[in-house]
């Protein structure tokens, strides 16, 4: 008990934050791993894009429900990427972009 | 003194991801405040890139500068973005992007 609060004190004092690819749909298992361990995904989507929009729809259709879930929050980033977040860090939304 | 930690605590438990777009050198007053702050700041680069490369160049030079100096992090996201980070988020790099 008194190592796993400590694994979780150390987890929240060092969040990662990592930026990779979107190939397939199966990618979205290690993201939602990723979201768990309370990192930060900033996801490139044009890969799975370029392969098959209705697989991406799907892709961010979950991970939207996921982050939702989790009380995370995610939002898209220009037109090649979106980025989702764990409970603990909020997307501020600027009024003008 | 009980305060303070009490804040600090709270700014702790609720990180925010910002993005918004560097326009002119002295946004970056805003950007070092952000990190002060404990936010993490995606910057779009391409306006201040069009205007002047040459201040672009010394923005990202006093950023990394700043990061660097403050322990935080800081990493090209593409061709449009930076990603600034504060202590206490760690950039994963992944071997293939």
Chains 1, 2 share one sequence.
Do not use: C, F, H
């Amino acid at each position: 008990m008194g190592q796993e609060m400590l694994g979780a004190k150390q987890k929240e004092s060092s969040t990662y934050l990592k930026a990779y690819p979107l190939r397939a749909l199966g990618d979205i298992d290690k993201v939602k791993e990723d979201l768990r361990n309370s990192s930060i995904v900033i996801l490139r989507i044009t890969p799975l894009a370029q392969k098959s929009v209705d697989e991406l729809k799907r892709a961010v259709e979950e991970l939207y429900q996921y982050a939702e879930g989790m009380g995370g929050d995610i939002a898209r980033l220009g037109e090649e990427r979106i980025v989702i977040t764990p409970p603990n860090v909020k997307i501020w939304r600027a009024l003008a972009q």
